[in-house]
């Protein structure tokens, strides 16, 4: 099997893309940075990759809402591409501002045809932008490949809008029922639960404390910590008092994904 | 053509954030308890869409159909304001015509996707307040809902009827008569166009233009203006100065030249084949050697006058602004992180003592942090050093200080443009915005300023400059062009002035894109619209060149050429509306002579409180106070990690909320060299004497960066002066003195000056209650930021206690130097010692605390500096979860000297330089005390970290006995610390 090929898609306003890159290298990917406009041109272009990765940002700047123009312009020219690319087997993976584009252009969850979208990111409850640490813990029993044999996760959330909301408690259930509420935020030695947590475990309000979701596949997923943030110990914030490993927990989301195809 | 709009409120049970920040802000001011405002933010949306196309935008791009909900009409319409229960005044806020409105703009964009037919687009706040008091209501929309400098507030039902602005304008050249004016006739024409021209250089101008027999035109008086501002030409401090003090006199011809750069000089030439400096004082930006591959350069800027009338975008364009120097340093650095320095007036201060015409110091700070948030998270740039002083002379003249350091390819440090080439402008468009901010910061501010001066006060729009920083390096690495310098100050008239210097420059200033229509030739070339770059690129790479900016969407257009002629021309639709010598316009400003004098204040000795003894409250107290309070609020909201190169974090230890000394990060993912981002500034000890403050600042930087492992054979150093009106000899005089040891310290301590800034006539005048006129100017602020190196990150140590049992010491000695201290400032104490550099001891300390952190032989190094001893402790403990036992006795230096209780308190809390307090695992002692013993450096054992939860510090008192001087559990300490900047 030849070395997966990562598509970073980047567009005005994306900034994560070059350590996004880098984290899938040292997976053992080839990562290449292509800009939305070579997509627009040429919506076969993502065929000759494996995994489309949707790294973070301020995809337009974040202007009208977070991912929303981005999300937009795959709603309206790309969604055949990323249909063929899910249906082809492969993966996609939305980090931070990757996560809220994914949400916002239905890829991770189809739209209610009456109703329209059945989630959204919205505004932390502290209503501004907010770096901090978070502890991170998987769901049970999920598919998500990208999160296959890890429990737990110590990532940096960098954001304002990572306040995950579904339109109802019903959809909310329904998800998690699924087992598509994969990553949730948590406590240093916590268990996954629907109860919200307070701040800052739960950093920025969001519903039954989900940081991540998956697609019905488990192929595609989104999440707003940054794994790519965390690939080497000197990453870690307390690596000078002994804590945290080589590599750094995020390292295992980007292996998942290379070693899905067979590496 | 119908003008629609779309309100978006949060949805039943969602939320309003925008309401409950304007409830919190008016209930800080003071103007309203328990206001439950009811907001929305809309879009004004004009073009020919019928009411479903509206309907569409509004429900899949405008609003979250999730959490919010829509209201869409006709402006004018009832629907649009039908008002809530219970609040039935409606504010709409809107930019004012001209204003950036980056939301806007990519909602055009965003809708053109659509193929739904809407021209513009303009954003707007909408506010529903209960009936209030006209004046309550005028005073919550002119210093909560909006900024006159940049919005314009509608009370009731929108009316207007179009959003177009700018009309085509007839050309028309203006000549400026003045080769018959006598000189107070020039100072009034200086006056009038803001041109803020002496009347010396007004009747050098004069001179030359009777020697031409002709008048200038409108642009050329104003491209001279722009040249010879303050601002961009430095001529204070590059002038000659007449400086006299208690040694006797000196002269300089160009004080920069004679103090800072000579230092570097110096530097280099004593490090003659080992000198890591590569450009300094030459560039945009200070450049030096990093490692094989890379050059890393710093810049630091202020943006003062524009944060103070409109914090939010002069902030925003602060930082915009200096992202594009690195960018424009040699043919372009990457950005790999900014640094940040706040100096503000106290948010505590009571509203109603503001002077006329000034904003209230939160209101200041919460729209500077934002402003820096905003565009630096957007740009993905980490935010990873900075520092906020708190002054009550900073009341109308906040300081913004923006930095930003790059990675330069070594072979990219070169540029020149060449004769021939393509003068080509890329990134934003040129509007009116932004017309006489060179000049205008180069004023003095007064209560009129904002009146004075709407044009200077701008918004930035980050991702035009994100999407520009891409395509430069992209541009640069496939070597498209030979030159490129940003647009920053006097605009277009600076950069390509600058650029063409040494050759000359033919402008067409029609081609330049313009966001509206109606800017004359003149606005066209001074406007200092944000997010603009200028190239000189080759005609054969033009076709590249183009191309890979539209491959990514940024506007590139050619606007002249660099010819060999000496002279700057400039035409307009063919006909020539400038033509400048460039000798003249770079070397014809005539040398000002300024005199500045310097007498030392006389010696006082500090006399001790009669209330002394309680340690306790004092350190708590300190920690409790503005300057040395946890900024997590702050920090929190800037990205500090993105990039990945993260190595130490503006906030450590077991809670990762300990303040760090420096950061620390790898930008070279797959390298573990390292950078080390620091700073020193202490506004208070220039009272007592600028050359200790200067000295001592300079020391703070230096020993920031070794505190984390730096090499201190490889730090460099910026300086950033921020001065009160240097027409004033005394004033002048204290920046000669603090220039003076600038030149001393960097030369001893081997740390070159590599660029610097300096903003003068930072003072606010007002006429008070009484009629009577007054002028706030602020203390003596340099700010020395330090770029250090370290050669392996691994080895780096942080600030927090790491285990108990391990040794405590202090490094370095402790003189009787209470002077401009917090405990004195506490205590309203006045005279005292001003903390001085011991040369000697520095240049042993610093590389012997390196090597030891290079050695592995310490757990946990702290700084000591604001607070003293009790401080540094106070903080490694409340940092790292652990309670510490410490000693004073034996603690070296005049101290000891010194009877009680003066020598403890001057052990606890004088701010003595080049001290760090030191954790060292019992193992690693004996090494440790033969180093620094070895190396000459006083070092004594304080004390060791304690398994408990409490601070105690003893001290032997008068009778022998001993007497515990502090001692406290960590949560309170922490708590104290905390507190303060604690904001919602």
Not at chain 2, 36 to 64: C, N
Not at chain 2, 600 to 629: F, K, M, W
Not at chain 2, 739 to 752: K, N, Q
Not at chain 2, 901 to 911: K, M, N, S
Request: a negative charge; charged letters at 20%; glycine letters at 10%.
């Amino acid at each position: 099997m030849p070395t997966p090929r990562i598509l970073i898609l980047r567009a005005p306003g994306t900034n994560c893309d070059r350590e996004t890159a880098f984290a899938f290298e040292q997976a053992g990917g080839q990562a290449d940075l292509v800009h939305i406009n070579r997509l627009l041109e040429d919506p076969q272009l993502p065929d000759r990759y494996q995994v489309l990765c949707l790294p973070g940002g301020f995809s337009y700047g974040d202007d009208v809402a977070a991912g929303r123009i981005l999300a937009n312009q795959i709603r309206h020219h790309l969604a055949e591409a990323f249909t063929r690319f899910k249906e082809a087997g492969k993966l996609i993976l939305g980090i931070c501002n990757g996560f809220q584009v994914l949400l916002k252009s239905g890829v991770l969850i189809p739209d209610d045809p009456v109703d329209g979208p059945s989630a959204t990111l919205t505004w932390n409850d502290s209503g501004r932008f907010e770096a901090r640490w978070s502890y991170l813990v998987t769901a049970p029993a999920h598919a998500c490949v990208f999160l296959a044999g890890i429990e737990r996760l110590y990532l940096p959330i960098a954001h304002a809008e990572g306040k995950f909301v579904a339109r109802s408690p019903d959809i909310l259930r329904q998800l998690g029922a699924q087992g598509r509420l994969v990553l949730r935020y948590g406590t240093p030695q916590g268990v996954p639960t629907d109860v919200p947590l307070s701040f800052p475990d739960n950093p920025n309000g969001s519903e039954a404390n989900v940081a991540g979701v998956a697609d019905a596949t488990g192929r595609v997923f989104g999440l707003m910590p940054h794994p790519e943030r965390h690939i080497h110990r000197l990453q870690h914030p307390r690596w000078t008092r002994g804590e945290g490993q080589e590599p750094g927990d995020g390292l295992a989301v980007f292996r998942n994904a290379v070693r899905y195809f067979g590496l | 053509m119908t003008l629609w709009e779309v309100d978006i409120y949060a949805a039943a049970g969602q939320r309003d954030v925008m309401a409950d920040a304007i409830a919190a802000a008016a209930g800080d001011l003071g103007l309203a308890r328990q206001l439950a405002p009811h907001t929305a933010r809309g879009y004004l949306l004009e073009g020919d869409a019928t009411t479903a196309d509206i309907h569409r935008l509004a429900d899949e791009l405008l609003a979250d159909r999730v959490v919010e909900r829509t209201v869409v009409g006709r402006v004018g319409e009832p629907v649009l304001h039908t008002p809530p229960p219970g609040v039935p005044v409606c504010v709409h806020v809107l930019p004012k015509p001209g204003v950036m409105d980056p939301v806007a703009l990519s909602a055009e964009k965003a809708i053109a996707d659509f193929g739904i037919a809407v021209r513009t687009v303009r954003t707007l706040k909408k506010v529903w307040l209960p009936d209030l008091a006209p004046a309550t209501l005028q005073a919550l929309c002119s210093k909560v809902l909006a900024n006159d400098s940049v919005e314009h507030v509608v009370i009731g039902p929108l009316t207007l009827q179009r959003l177009d602005m700018g009309q085509a304008t007839r050309f028309q050249l203006i000549h400026i008569p003045l080769r018959d004016l006598d000189g107070a006739a020039l100072e009034e024409l200086s006056r009038t166009r803001q041109l803020y021209l002496s009347r010396i250089e007004m009747e050098t101008i004069q001179a030359y233009y009777r020697s031409l027999q002709r008048d200038p035109t409108d642009v050329e008086l104003e491209t001279l203006a722009q040249t010879w501002s303050e601002h961009c030409s430095h001529k204070t401090l590059g002038g000659r100065i007449a400086y006299r003090d208690e040694g006797g006199e000196r002269h300089f011809e160009n004080l920069l030249k004679e103090t800072i750069f000579a230092a570097t000089r110096t530097i280099r030439r004593e490090l003659a084949e080992h000198d890591w400096c590569v450009s300094v004082f030459e560039d945009n930006a200070g450049v030096v050697r990093f490692d094989e591959r890379y050059h890393v350069v710093f810049k630091v800027e202020t943006h003062n006058h524009p944060s103070a009338l409109e914090p939010y975008g002069g902030a925003n364009t602060g930082i915009g602004g200096v992202i594009r120097d690195p960018l424009g340093t040699g043919l372009g650095a990457r950005p790999v992180c900014n640094t940040d320095v706040f100096c503000f007036a106290p948010p505590d201060t009571p509203p109603e003592q503001l002077p006329p015409g000034v904003l209230h110091p939160r209101r200041v700070m919460q729209g500077v942090v934002a402003g820096v948030r905003d565009y630096g998270n957007r740009m993905g740039i980490p935010t990873v050093n900075g520092a906020i002083y708190f002054d009550p002379r900073y009341l109308g003249n906040p300081l913004v200080y923006c930095g930003t350091v790059g990675l330069l390819p070594c072979d990219k440090a070169r540029k020149a443009p060449q004769a021939g080439d393509l003068i080509v402008v890329i990134g934003g468009r040129t509007g009116r915005d932004g017309i006489h901010g060179a000049t205008f910061s180069s004023a003095e501010l007064t209560s009129d300023s904002e009146s004075l001066s709407g044009g200077a006060v701008q918004i930035g729009n980050a991702i035009t400059e994100k999407m520009l920083l891409d395509v430069v390096l992209a541009a640069r690495d496939q070597g498209l062009y030979h030159a490129i310098t940003d647009c920053g100050a006097g605009g277009f008239s600076s950069a390509v002035g600058e650029m063409g210097e040494h050759l000359g420059a033919e402008v067409t200033l029609e081609a330049a894109p313009l966001k509206y229509e109606g800017l004359t030739y003149t606005e066209i070339w001074i406007s200092e619209a944000q997010e603009r770059m200028v190239l000189s690129v080759p005609p054969e790479t033009w076709d590249a060149f183009r191309a890979l900016c539209e491959a990514e969407g940024v506007e590139a257009v050619i606007i002249g050429r660099f010819v060999p002629t000496g002279r700057l021309r400039l035409t307009y639709h063919g006909q020539t509306v400038g033509d400048l010598d460039m000798q003249f316009l770079h070397g014809g400003r005539p040398a000002v002579v300024r005199d500045a004098c310097y007498t030392p204040p006389p010696e006082t000795p500090l006399e001790l409180p009669r209330q002394s003894g309680d340690g306790g409250a004092d350190l708590l107290g300190i920690l409790g106070s503005l300057n040395v309070a946890s900024k997590e609020w702050v920090i929190r909201q800037y990205d500090h990690e993105v990039q990945g190169g993260s190595v130490v974090k503006p906030l450590v230890g077991a809670a990762n909320d300990g303040p760090s000394d420096a950061a620390v990060l790898r930008p070279v993912l797959d390298s573990l060299q390292g950078l080390a981002i620091a700073c020193g500034m202490n506004p208070c000890y220039g009272e007592l004497d600028p050359y200790h403050m200067a000295a001592s600042g300079i020391d703070e930087a230096i020993r920031n960066c070794v505190a984390v492992g730096a090499d201190p054979a490889r730090i460099a150093l910026l300086d950033n002066f921020c001065w009160g009106y240097t027409d004033r000899p005394e004033t002048l005089g204290s920046l000669v003195r603090a220039a003076l040891a600038c030149h001393d310290l960097a030369v001893a301590l081997r740390t070159p000056f590599i660029s610097g800034k300096d903003s003068l006539n930072n003072e606010f005048t007002y006429v008070d209650a009484a009629g009577q006129r007054r002028t706030i100017a602020i203390p003596p602020s340099l700010l020395i930021s330090a770029l250090g190196q370290v050669p392996d990150t691994r080895a780096c140590v942080t600030m927090d206690l790491k285990r108990p049992g391990n040794v405590l010491y202090q490094v370095g000695e402790t003189d009787n130097e209470l002077g401009g201290s917090h405990y004195a400032r506490r205590h309203g104490l006045r005279g005292g010692h001003v903390p001085q550099v011991h040369v000697p001891r520095a240049q042993r300390t610093f590389p012997a605390v390196h090597a030891a952190i290079r050695q592995g032989l310490l757990r946990s190094c702290h700084d000591m500096s604001e607070g003293g001893l009790a401080v540094a402790i106070a903080e490694m403990a409340l940092a790292g979860g652990f309670g510490a036992a410490v000693d004073l006795d034996g603690i070296p230096g005049q101290c000891t000297a010194l009877s009680e209780p003066l020598r403890t308190i001057v052990r606890l809390f004088a701010e003595s330089n080049t001290r760090f307090v030191c954790e060292v695992e019992p193992d690693h002692v004996p090494a440790w005390e033969t180093l620094l013993q070895q190396r000459e450096v006083p070092c004594h054992r304080i004390g060791t970290v304690a398994a408990s939860d409490r601070v105690t510090i003893e001290a032997q008192a008068e009778h022998g006995n001993r007497r515990r001087w502090i001692d406290l559990p960590i949560a309170q300490l922490k708590d104290a610390w905390q507190q303060p900047l604690k904001w919602r």
